[in-house]
């Protein structure tokens, strides 16, 4: 009687999750897990041939096991390509995602804590980072300074700072329209403090939000990049790049191009689904 009592109770306290929300959990725990695990998961190297092999289709098609997801233009397996690309893709855009997000907060705090010239100046940053296409900055940088990783990584970065910045500066001028940073300030709490110790972990929720939201655009924009030969460059790989390459392929053998696609649509729909579900659990008015 009392296990039988106890678990009205127990549900009651369990979160109103939506089941696409545990789907969209689910895939990206995989996700996550395939990245880490690639080394021990991939069946093949990533550019081991064999062109008696080419692009022999999947296991659901009539392939063979030896190839469950078939074989691309060389004779490669799809599915050690894939796992691959799925750590370089998750990699870069996290990589990616994190630093924009240090580099607009901190953006957005000079901003509020300076004003006055600091401020118009990152207003107009901003403003021009908004209105520039990333395209024609990833095409410019990159035939400049030629392609690598770590370039990819700032790049993507700077690909949508602003909107960070806006946020933290956002919520930096609020913070400080409020009682208790005002009180920080007058018991003689310096800039570094009352940044780090009081105002930065409020705006943490917000923050994390912010960056689910924007991850899918950073990913989304990294696949471009690869698909027009500006990204990762082959002997590695990412889903990007094996879109690129399998588009040739798509009516003769289309599973080159529509398992790496089909990871990106999925991927990028999860984060998304993430993303406005926290908004929703860390947003008061939401939940009223």
Known sequence: MQTAAAR???????????VTVLLSMVWMVLMILVALL????????????????????????????A?????????????????VSIRVSLSLA????????????????????FRGFVEQLVLILIDVQAALPFIILALSALAFFGNSFLLLVFLLAFYGWERHARVVRGLALAAYGQGYMRAVEQL???????????????????????ATLAFPEVILAGAGLSFLGLGIQ?????????????????????WVLLCPAAVIVLT???????????????????RA
């Open 8 to 18: 009205p109770g127990l549900r009651a306290r369990l979160p109103d999750v939506p």
């Open 38 to 65: 690639a080394h021990w998961l991939k069946p093949y190297t990533i550019t081991e041939m064999d062109l008696m092999a080419r692009l022999q289709p999947p296991v659901l098609m009539g392939g063979s096991w």
């Open 67 to 83: 190839h469950p997801l078939g074989t691309d233009q060389l004779g490669r397996d799809v599915l050690a390509r894939l796992i």
């Open 94 to 113: 996290v990589s990616a995602t994190i630093l924009g997000v240090l580099f607009g907060g901190i953006m957005g705090l000079l901003a509020a804590h």
């Open 188 to 210: 003689g709490a310096g800039p570094g403090r009352l940044y780090l110790r009081h105002m930065v972990p409020n705006m943490g929720a917000t923050l994390v939000v912010s």
């Open 234 to 254: 082959p002997p590695d790989t990412d889903l990007g790049n094996m879109v690129g390459y399998g588009r040739t392929y798509l009516q003769t053998a289309p």
């Open 268 to 286: 990028t729909l999860a984060i998304s689904m993430l993303g406005d579900w926290m908004r929703d659990q860390l947003d008061p008015g939401q």
